[in-house]
């Protein structure tokens, strides 16, 4: 039977520590192997009380999707800037694992999924007594802001399209559109680095985002010129790792995708919204078990 039909966790502890992007608080991550049925489950270390500092990841978690994603609790403990590992996490298949981080944003690292990547693949992973769920799309479900918007819709496997169009000639419009599973992560997205404009740097810390913010974790563009040294990993870096973002967004529905996702211009707050609108809507999609497919065709 596919490997793929059942839960996995990791096998030893995946650690790792850094800045935050946006509060610039250097934070120690330990990823942990958790059981069956648990899902993804963050843990504020830094808070000494174990009845509050517990903030599963959900649909429902998610409190604020201003230049990254945030989850909450109901005691209003909060973890912030967590899509690229939730990425990582999707792609490589770990169903169930404790986060454990001793402060209030996630470590941004490179900028991109990739260094999460590696930590993961150094602990490693291993299978569990406990069929995978997947989440699969039965219908369409789309919601728009303007003019952004994003669309979920049936599909054999999970399908990835995503497009943009900034006015900045660094930028211009970009499209991918391609069949996304491990190894088409691993090679076209995990290591897309978030990107962000000079001129909004000032504005962005007046406001508490951006203070971790550096040529060592963003790609940033001023006027026609990008400032880093190193340049670009891709020639639509920038629309790749939008599509990297959704991916981790849309993992706060508890399992892998079995659908057709579709951004235009769509941020973190256009994932949540779709996310949100895809559980309103309990015909729409179903938890779906490849282990009960397979015993069924037997």
């Known amino acids: 039977m596919a490997a793929s039909a059942f839960q996995h966790t990791l096998q030893g502890p995946a650690v790792f520590a850094g800045v935050g992007v946006h509060t610039g608080a250097y934070t120690r991550v330990r990823v942990r192997p958790a059981a069956a049925d648990t899902g993804i489950v963050f843990a504020r270390t830094d808070i000494a009380d174990l009845t509050r500092n517990l903030v599963p990841a959900s649909g429902e978690a998610v409190c604020k999707t201003q230049l990254g994603t945030v989850i909450g609790n109901d005691a209003g403990v909060t973890v912030s800037t967590i899509e690229h590992l939730m990425a990582a996490l999707a792609m490589l298949g770990i169903d169930n694992a404790r986060i454990e981080v001793d402060g209030p944003e996630m470590p941004i690292m490179d900028g991109s999924a990739l260094p999460f990547v590696q930590e993961l693949d ?177």
């Open 122 to 298: 150094r602990a490693g992973r291993r299978a569990q007594d406990a069929p995978r769920r997947y989440v699969e799309i039965l219908e369409t479900v789309e919601v728009a802001d303007g003019g952004k918007w994003a669309r979920l819709s049936p599909a054999e496997g999970f399908e990835l399209a995503f497009e943009i169009d900034f006015a900045n000639p660094v930028i211009g419009r970009q499209r991918i559109d391609m069949a996304m599973d491990e190894r088409a992560f691993r090679g076209e997205l995990a290591d897309c680095r978030t990107f962000g404009f000079l001129q909004d740097v000032e504005a962005l810390r007046a406001i508490g985002l951006a203070r971790g913010g550096s040529l060592d974790n963003v790609v940033v563009i001023d006027g026609d010129r990008i400032l880093n040294p190193e340049g670009l990993r891709r020639p639509d870096e920038f629309v790749r790792h939008k599509a990297l973002d959704a991916i981790g967004d849309l993992y706060v529905l508890g399992g892998p995708m079995i659908g057709r996702f579709e951004g235009v211009l769509a941020g973190h707050g256009v994932n949540n919204a779709l996310v949100r609108a895809l559980l309103a809507r309990p015909r729409a999609w179903r938890w779906r078990s490849l282990v009960l497919d397979l015993a069924e065709a037997g």
